[in-house]
């Protein structure tokens, strides 16, 4: 049996898991699933005086249970890598442990930080919440998301 737990998941099996995780995450606490108010929460709790108003006026301590979640997240991918992975995938490919790579991480990280904001969410909060929720605007990010990906992949 572990053999198979070691193992990479088929869609077919994590798909309906993360599938079910919305229903389950509305019927049992009512909140919603998104991972970039998270980042939101953090800057509000380390940056209580901030000029910024939707940061001094963030009521954070709602929010703990996304707090929470996010690091679950980590510490289960953590989990699932190193203890339960008979072969772990590095956190970073090599060619990012230079100077080269390390502006390239920020560099996306502000470009993916900066769309978040700008498109009121992420991709797991658009596409896993907002599309099972038959929003408007999440349709339109997800397939925007979808042509960035495209775009990035076949032409840069």
Known sequence: MW???????????TGPLIGLMVPSLLLFTGKTFGISGSFRRIDAI?????????????????YIWQLLMVAGIVIGGY???HLLSAEPVPFLPESYYNTSGVIKLVIGGILVGFGTRYANGCTSGHTIMGLSNLRWPSLVATISF???GLFTTFVL
Do not use: A, E, H
């Open 3 to 13: 053999d198979k737990i070691l193992q990479p998941w088929p869609w077919y099996i």
């Open 46 to 62: 380390c940056l209580p005086k901030s000029k910024l108003s939707y940061l001094r006026t963030d009521r954070w301590r709602d």
């Open 79 to 81: 989990i699932g890598n």
């Open 146 to 148: 979808f042509i960035g």
